[in-house]
């Protein structure tokens, strides 16, 4: 098991910064690769980064490439989401996800999608205001 909570959320004028956080706890955070996830009102979850279990590898949505970072600190058991040049499409509930994979590279090629997770923390609301 492994419990998963995100902070950092808020309110941000667009062109603004955020930084979220998911603090992981229970079992060795670094046997887990990590995705951020987001929802929009009346939308399906979508995914948005991802990172391998040392965090060498990261893979992202082509809606926030250039604009979105996940990093991980692994002495910390966290992982992050530095979001630059926000818009109001990106406003959304986000949540950040945990799976080991299997400790496999090829398994982690499906980290894009909600089925591939198998520990979701709560969500923390990032709205961008026009």
């Known amino acids: 098991q492994v419990q998963l909570v995100e902070s950092g959320g808020g309110l941000v004028q667009a062109g603004g910064s955020l930084r979220l956080s998911c603090a992981a706890s229970g079992r060795a955070f670094s046997h887990f690769a990590m995705g951020w996830f987001r929802q929009a009102p009346g939308k399906e979850r979508e995914f948005v980064a991802a990172?391998?279990?040392?965090?060498?590898?990261?893979r992202y949505a082509d809606s926030v490439k250039g604009r979105f970072t996940i990093s991980r600190d692994n002495a910390k058991n966290t992982v992050y989401l530095q979001m630059n040049s926000l818009s109001p499409e990106d406003t959304a509930v986000y949540y950040c996800?945990?799976?080991?994979?299997?400790?496999?590279?090829?398994?982690?090629?499906?980290?894009?999608?909600?089925?591939?997770?198998?520990?979701w923390g709560q969500g923390t609301q990032v709205t961008v205001s026009s």
């Open positions: 996800a945990a799976d080991t994979f299997a400790g496999d590279i090829i398994a982690w090629s499906r980290s894009y999608g909600t089925d591939a997770y198998t520990y």
């Open positions: 990172i391998t279990w040392s965090g060498g590898t990261t």
